[in-house]
């Protein structure tokens, strides 16, 4: 059983348009996040929902959007993507506000934007 | 800024030796400390947690923390070939939210290379 999953591995797409990632988690935890990894693979928060609220939002551009419907899913939006947002996109999961078992990654997902 | 830094390498060491990572952070709030590995094209995967200082074994790995120097290392033992990674350093900060979620900080890693 996957314990986080995210749909899809691999997007491809074209500069402007609109695309969606989404993750699910059967672990039962509490709070999910979204981690962006760039081309020289650091690993970077973007996101962090706990009890379906935000709780973090960091520096990133307002064409990003969580949401997450129930707390066992939280999907990532992107609007008029860009070039530069060609990256792996991780989603995690934590027990609890200070994750002190860990966090849980999912398995990322691959966006090339040409 | 709080920051988490790690020498990006390569470190290389022979197989059956220690490899000895190492990691700082800047921000003395900080109270938990994760080791994750990455194999390229992969997801970080959790190998080591530590919250006080010491040292914490579990196998072949032993995680240390020093909270006055601000360091956290990571030995891994008996080196073996499939240990050859990327290791994250990662740092969660208690409380910047007031009380709400925290996510990880991490370094930018170490490329670890076991040599047969």
């Known amino acids: 059983d996957t314990a986080v999953s995210q749909t899809p591995k691999y997007l491809v797409t074209q500069m402007g348009n609109d695309k969606s990632i989404k993750c699910e988690q059967n672990?039962?935890?509490?709070?999910m996040y979204w981690y962006k990894q760039d081309s020289k693979k650091f690993l970077k928060i973007m996101f962090s929902?706990?009890?379906?609220?935000?709780?973090i939002n960091e520096t990133v551009p307002n064409r990003f959007s969580p949401k997450s419907p129930d707390k066992a899913h939280l999907n990532l939006h992107i609007n008029s993507l860009e070039l530069g947002d060609s990256a792996v996109y991780f989603c995690?999961?934590?027990?609890?506000?200070?994750?002190?078992?860990?966090?849980?990654f999912g398995s990322g997902t691959r966006l090339t934007v040409v | 800024q709080k920051e988490v830094e790690q020498n990006s390498g390569p470190l290389s060491v022979p197989e059956g030796a220690i490899a000895s990572l190492n990691c700082t952070y800047s921000?003395?709030?900080?109270?938990?400390f994760f080791w994750y590995r990455q194999y390229s094209g992969k997801s970080p995967e959790l190998i080591m947690s530590?919250?006080?200082?010491g040292d914490k074994e579990d196998g072949r790995f032993t995680a240390q923390l020093n909270k006055a120097s601000q360091y956290v290392s990571l030995l891994i033992r008996d080196s073996q070939p499939s240990d050859s990674a990327t290791y994250l350093c990662?740092?969660?900060?208690?409380?910047?939210?007031?009380?709400?979620?925290?996510?990880?900080?991490f370094g930018k890693g170490t490329h670890l290379i076991i040599q047969p």
């Open positions: 995690a999961s934590s027990q609890g506000s200070t994750g002190i078992k860990g966090y849980t």
């Open positions: 929902y706990n009890n379906k609220e935000l709780i």
């Open positions: 921000d003395r709030g900080s109270q938990s």
């Open positions: 990662a740092v969660n900060i208690m409380g910047r939210s007031g009380g709400g979620a925290d996510g990880l900080t």
């Open positions: 530590i919250y006080s200082n």
């Open positions: 672990l039962g935890h509490d709070t």
